[in-house]
Nanobody
Framework: VQLQASGGGLVQAGGSLRLSCAAS??????VGWFRQAPGKEREFIAA????????YYADSVKGRFTISRDNAKNTVYLQMNSMKPEDTAVYYC??????????????WGQGTLVTVSS
């Protein structure tokens, strides 16, 4: 499975962006979104089960970000609202065995840069 992340860019604080993670084929993997800010460790921020019925959010994004998927398009989305400068990071998606933090990530997409200006 190949994953292609897109949708990053520059946004002002309080604004919104939607990231996409497109898979090269139909998959029953769960998908997670991660981010890595300069000088910081990679952070697991959201995940969705293959059916879309179960989701996970880190406290840092809960209530502001929404993960969803369209299996007909083999695509997972991350809608980011009320963005803050601390959301600035490179965002990655990964196909994984489950939605909680302990599961293995089997495939990674390339990162997409999100910059939030104050």
């Amino acid at each position: 499975v190949q994953l292609q992340a897109s949708g990053g860019g520059l946004v002002q604080a309080g604004g919104s962006l939607r990231l996409s993670c497109a898979a090269s084929e139909r998959t029953t993997y769960a998908v997670g979104w991660f981010r890595q800010a300069p000088g910081k460790e990679r952070e697991f921020i959201a995940a969705i089960s293959w059916s879309g019925g179960i989701t996970y959010y880190a406290d840092s994004v809960k209530g502001r970000f929404t993960i969803s998927r369209d299996n007909a398009k083999n695509t997972v989305y991350l809608q980011m609202n009320s963005m803050k400068p601390e959301d600035t990071a490179v965002y990655y998606c990964a196909a994984r065995r489950g939605i909680t933090a302990g599961h293995r990530n089997d495939y990674w997409g390339q990162g997409t840069l999100v910059t939030v200006s104050s």
